[in-house]
Every structure is written in C-alpha cells, then in structure tokens.
C-alpha cells in the first residue's frame, strides 16, 4: 500500500507540470479547485489554481470542486510514474473524474 507521503510527493510532481515551459501556456487563465480522492486512504486533497500557478496543495475537502477526481492512490501513482495509461483506468473505472470536459482534458496533459 502508498504511503501519504507518495501520495504527496505525485501531487507536487502535477504542481510543478504547471511550471513547465512547455504547458504553461496552455493554463494561462486556468483557475480551478481541483480535488483528489483517494478511497484507500479515506483522504482528500485539494489543489487551488489561480490563472495556472498552483497556490497550494492541502489536506482538504470541499462540497463542490471544479474537478473531481476519485482514484486508488497506487493507480494514481502508476499513471504518473507512466505504469498506467490514464485513458486506460479511466475506461475501466478505476479513475473517476468529474467537471468540465475541457478542463479535464487540460488535467490529462498532467497525467
């Protein structure tokens, strides 16, 4: 089983995609709550971005984020480590993602 801290540490990888040079520019403008669910921990974490720069990455839950995604930290941890493709889990279930369609579709340039 992931330890929080891998859970953390996958987060702050997707933190720092937002300052690659390569797709910065694709978020430029992108302000979203996106929250991460991961059922195996019984945890949450909410990622706040503001005209995409990531403002912080906490322990959080709220009642309606802009995107939602619900995943088992270690598939979680696959499909950034490149082990999972994430259209693959998402097809099976096993990644859930709910809000806009175009924003998740930024989220997969993430992942």
Same mark, same amino acid.
């Given at each position: ?13 997707? /933190? ?6 390569? &797709?910065?520019?694709?978020? +430029? ?7 991460? *669910? ?11 971005? !503001? ?5 912080? +990455?906490?322990?959080? !839950? ?11 930290? !270690? ?7 490149? /082990?999972?493709?994430?259209? *693959?889990?998402?097809?099976?279930? /096993?990644?859930?993602?709910?809000? !806009? &369609?175009?924003?998740?579709?930024? &989220?997969?340039?993430?992942?």
């Amino acid at each position: 089983m992931t330890t929080k801290k891998e859970i953390e540490d996958v987060l702050n990888i997707i /933190k720092a995609k937002f300052g690659d040079p390569k &797709l910065k520019p694709r978020f +430029v403008g992108f302000s979203k709550n996106m929250q991460f *669910t991961f059922p195996d921990h019984k945890t949450t974490y909410l990622m706040k971005v !503001n005209n995409g720069v990531v403002q912080s +990455v906490l322990e959080e !839950n709220i009642p309606t984020p802009d995107i939602h995604v619900t995943i088992e930290s !270690n598939i979680f941890i696959d499909i950034l480590n490149k /082990k999972t493709n994430p259209m *693959t889990a998402y097809q099976t279930g /096993k990644l859930k993602a709910k809000g !806009n &369609l175009n924003d998740l579709l930024k &989220l997969q340039k993430l992942l």
